[in-house]
């Protein structure tokens, strides 16, 4: 393994993304404590907070109704992914003017690896970075900024000192710096993984930085462990790539849309989205679910298996299925309070060898449905918008209904 004895990565963490990216756009937020919720309802929870509403103890995962207790001055605007996602990419835009971004983590975390002549001048480039951000994006935008010999490090070190921070962890000063950190303020140990090193004695970071690898391995219980154990000694660990399990969406339904026909549309939207995502990266499914959870009784689930496919048309017909049995089934009158689809079991379009011994005809229609699939996609990437598509696109109300920012993704502007 590998010992960098330079800062070769420079890792930008934004803080409190979505509330900045508010206030950068709506300055009657600034100045405000603000919390960003999914839905415009009283039963919801904050998904982002400021500084200032942290201030008052809002966490994200807070109700709506707790922070206006403890906040009465907040401010809850409702997320609008499809302007961060925007936002995003300007700022891919800007530090790829200073520095390539080498992986995108999520929507407010990248990382730029930095060649030997960069290296030396790492703190002034990341200025020049914080300046191009400020001047391009906005004062309101703030990054933290964190150099370290490898990936893990930077992070961490970008950590360090929220908001609007630029902190240094070089491979000479370990573990000083670190020995002052939590332990869970390290990536890969949440709760979990806190309890356990407590049970195997491990409280501080200077025991942690003491284990050895075999003992790391050992408390992890896998080859995590010796990984852990090298990323904080500053190696540089590859990772392999892990490969896509599924592709899906969800949603809560806000009264007026708890029927079973209103849940079937906003379901039929939500497939739409899922199937062109999957499309574009490549994938097809052998496998479809729906879930509905009832506002009482147990939920429904309805699942379906079929020939690879990666044309809206085969989810939609098997919704429509679903739909039927739910009718025959005596659903029609049920509450229904959140759903969401999946396509799993994918093989990648690459592997994926078409099926010698379907009757003839069959692969043909196939064919054309995908083609079919992938004109619709062609023009609504285009277009940067859903502009054609299957029967309806009208959105639900109570906020937005398009692509969600999840933990390690970022949607494609296409995906709204
Ligand atoms: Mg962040």
């Known amino acids: ?24 756009l709506c300055p009657e937020l600034r100045g405000r404590p603000v919390g960003v919720v999914p839905l415009d309802s009283p039963h919801t929870s904050l998904i982002a907070r400021c500084y200032t509403a942290k201030r008052y103890g809002l966490q994200r995962g807070t109700s709506a109704m707790e922070a206006k207790r403890l906040c009465p001055d907040i401010a809850l605007p409702v997320a609008r992914h499809d302007v961060y996602v925007r936002m995003h990419h300007e700022i891919l835009r800007v530090i790829d003017r200073f520095v390539p971004v080498a992986k995108v983590w999520s929507v407010d975390e990248m990382e730029c690896r930095l060649c030997p002549s960069e290296q030396a001048g790492a703190v002034a480039l990341a200025e020049r970075i914080r300046a191009g951000l400020r001047e391009e994006i906005g004062p309101w935008v703030t990054p ?32 000083g710096p670190l020995l002052d950190l939590p332990l869970d303020d390290l990536p890969g140990i949440a709760k979990g993984m806190l309890a356990r090193l407590h049970r195997n004695g491990i409280f501080t970071m200077e025991a942690l930085w003491h284990l050895s690898p075999k003992h790391a391995r050992a408390i992890w219980g896998s080859v995590e462990g010796e990984r852990f154990w090298a990323q904080l000694r500053g190696y540089a660990v590859a990772r392999p790539e892990t490969s896509r399990r599924m592709f899906g969406h969800g949603r809560v339904l806000v009264s007026g849309w708890r029927s079973l026909d209103s849940a079937f549309e906003v379901a039929r939207l939500l497939t739409v989205k899922a199937s062109r995502r999957m499309r574009r990266e490549g994938y097809l499914a052998r496998r479809f679910t729906l879930s509905l959870k009832r506002r009482e009784g147990h939920p429904l689930h309805w699942e379906t298996s079929f020939f690879p ?23 029609t009158r049920s509450d229904f309070a959140r759903l969401s689809v999946f396509m799993h079991d994918l093989v990648s379009a690459k592997d994926h060898m078409s099926d010698l ?14 083609q079919l699939s992938d ?40 995906d709204f």
């Open 357 to 370: 011994f379907t009757q003839p005809g069959v692969a043909e229609t196939r064919d054309r449905r995908e």
């Open 144 to 175: 933290s900024i964190g150099l370290g010999p490898n990936q893990f490090l930077a992070k961490v070190a970008a950590e360090m000192n929220k908001p609007n921070g630029l902190t240094v962890l070089s491979p000479e000063a370990l573990p």
């Open 375 to 414: 004109l619709i996609d062609a023009v609504n990437t285009r277009h940067q918008q859903s502009v054609i598509g299957f029967g309806l696109n009208r959105q639900p109300p109570g906020g937005y209904a398009g692509a969600k920012i999840a933990f390690g993704r970022v949607p494609d502007l296409s």
């Open 1 to 24: 393994m590998r010992k960098p004895d330079t800062l070769e990565c420079l890792y930008i963490d934004f803080d409190c993304y979505f509330a900045s990216v508010e206030k950068q």
């Open 309 to 331: 496919a990666r044309d809206d048309q085969t989810f939609l017909k098997a919704l429509s299925r679903f739909y039927r049995e739910a009718v025959e089934t005596g659903h």
